[in-house]
């Protein structure tokens, strides 16, 4: 007589190509076990601000794809807890390291600032633009300028805060604006229009 002991209890782990913070929605979930289960299930899982789907079996009992959909903008988490999968023989999985990013689907806001009046004599025009959350890729040539042109651009803030000037060629209305998506935050969220 012979028997195959087994003892060990399943053990999972979560992955996602999403990044750690990310646009994405539904942002694509895998779950992995390392030996072979028969009870998961998506209301095995915890959830924090988001919501499951779409689930797919890739290797039989062993790994499977799923949809985690952010709620809102924030921290998003999925667990596995011990205890709710078991195997075959009937060991109970162990608790699986959670998974956690944060969902930011949000535009990052720029708004324009001179200490100049209304009517000035000021040349060059001296004007700040600040962003409300960090960006990258904005350059002096993404402003869009009638009757001047900006130059002098310089970092105040990283990534927050620029100063630049305006020069103007010919009495008249000066005006500035940024058009969407020329600058983008850290979930490639591009930046909301602006005019000063």
């Not at 903008?73 to 205890?83: A, F, R």
């Not at 956690?100 to 000021?122: E, G, H």
């Not at 020069?167 to 969220?189: C, F, I, Y």
């Amino acid at each position: 007589l012979s028997f195959a002991y087994d003892s060990a209890r399943p053990a999972a782990v979560f992955a996602t190509t999403a990044s750690p913070t990310t646009n994405i929605n539904p942002v694509p979930i895998t779950i992995t076990f390392d030996k072979a289960v028969i009870s998961f299930a998506l209301t095995d899982l915890t959830l924090n601000n988001a919501s499951v789907g779409n689930l797919a079996e890739v290797v039989t009992g062993k790994s499977w794809t799923f949809d985690l959909i952010p709620t809102g903008n924030g921290p998003v988490s999925v667990d596995l807890p011990e205890g709710k999968v078991s195997d075959a023989v009937g060991n109970l999985n162990t608790a699986a390291a959670q998974l956690s990013f944060v969902y930011d689907n949000r535009k990052p806001v720029p708004l324009f600032a001179t200490t100049a009046s209304a009517t000035t004599k000021i040349s060059p025009i001296p004007f700040t633009i600040t962003f409300d959350e960090a960006v990258t890729g904005f350059a002096i040539g993404d402003l869009t300028v009638a009757n001047g042109t900006p130059g002098s651009l310089v970092e105040v803030v990283a990534g927050k805060v620029w100063s630049f000037n305006v020069t103007s060629p010919a009495d008249g209305a000066v005006t500035v604006s940024l058009a969407a998506d020329k600058a983008s935050d850290v979930a490639v969220n591009g930046n909301a229009a602006a005019t000063p």
